[in-house]
């Protein structure tokens, strides 16, 4: 997945935009930020900043800063803490990206309980 679809869908499930292209394009919808591309949360601190605090009421962010072989990573815990609650690490080049990449992993992983839960 490139950075900007991260941006892209960093921005419509976790931040709340409605982006009208299937394949993650712009303008997003009207009751968005009109014409303008989302934030680069995959690839600056400031836009890291911007996803933990959106996940934060939920998740907390656990950082694993070493650039070792498999390089930086980030996993999100769900609040309150209980003993299976820590997703799986999600490694990237650099910590906002697997940041990002570990906020869609926590999402995803949501949808999938909450459609479990309707059968």
């Keep these: 997945m490139d950075t900007r679809e991260i941006d892209a869908r960093i921005a419509e499930q976790v931040m709340g935009w ?3 292209s299937p394949s ?10 009109i ?9 600056t ?6 996803v933990i605090e959106a996940m934060r009421d939920a998740y907390s962010v ?4 070493s650039y070792g072989r ?8 769900r609040r309150p803490h209980g003993p299976t609650d820590g997703l799986p690490w999600t490694y990237a080049d ?13 999402v995803a992983v949501e ?3 909450e459609g479990r839960g309707e059968e």
Excluded: K
């Design 18 to 20: 409605l982006i009208e």
């Design 24 to 33: 993650y394009g712009w303008p997003p919808h009207a009751d968005t930020f």
């Design 35 to 43: 014409g303008q591309a989302p934030p680069r949360y995959s690839t």
């Design 45 to 50: 601190w400031e836009g890291m900043g911007a």
């Design 62 to 65: 656990e950082m694993a800063v």
């Design 70 to 77: 498999l390089g930086v990573g980030a996993r999100m815990r």
């Design 94 to 106: 650099t910590l906002p990206r697997a940041v990002a990449l570990a906020a869609l992993r926590a």
């Design 111 to 113: 949808a999938l309980e």
